[in-house]
């Protein structure tokens, strides 16, 4: 979001929150603006509780029909997220004759529809033991408050 942008919304955050929870409650949602904030040219509103894509559509729809807005500048919308943990056991820990290393695995992370943008970190590799062929691996993945991320992962 470009900085006007974020400026306008937060010069008229009050009635910008008033507009959001007014509409939030038209489609009964239990849910309430509290607080919007500006960081980084860009804006974070602040809810109550967990909101769900509806929630953010209508909100996405409030900021939209600010007028004097640039829409062309308004990227997008998303969920706040946290770092977690995944370790792999098992793995083999040599690969065609050559130990595996941090790029390959992030490379075929890649590959797969599961780990869709979710890679946070550099994957740490461990043998498991020094005589061992088998191969520990660590990464941060992202992760929303829903646990979207992790979920697809697991299941």
């Known amino acids: 979001m470009v900085k006007s942008n974020a400026e306008l919304i937060i010069n008229l955050a009050n009635q910008q929150i008033t507009n959001i929870n007014k509409s939030l409650k038209e489609i009964k949602s239990y849910i309430t603006t509290d607080f919007i904030h500006i960081i980084n040219n860009g804006i974070i509103i602040t809810t109550d509780k967990l909101v769900n894509a509806l929630n953010l559509k209508i909100i996405k729809k409030c ?16 969920l706040p997220k946290s770092k977690f943990y995944l370790t792999i056991i098992g793995l083999p ?40 062929d088998m191969a520990v691996i660590w990464v941060n993945i992202w992760n929303s408050q829903s646990e979207s991320a992790t979920k697809n992962i697991i299941n």
Do not use: G, Q, R, W
């Open 63 to 78: 900021i939209k029909n600010i007028k004097k807005i640039k829409l062309d500048s308004i990227k997008s919308h998303h």
């Open 93 to 132: 820990y040599m690969l065609e004759h050559k130990p595996i290393i941090p790029n390959i695995i992030k490379k075929n992370f890649k590959k797969s529809y599961i780990f869709n943008n979710t890679l946070a970190s550099k994957p740490c590799i461990i043998k498991v033991l020094h005589k061992s």
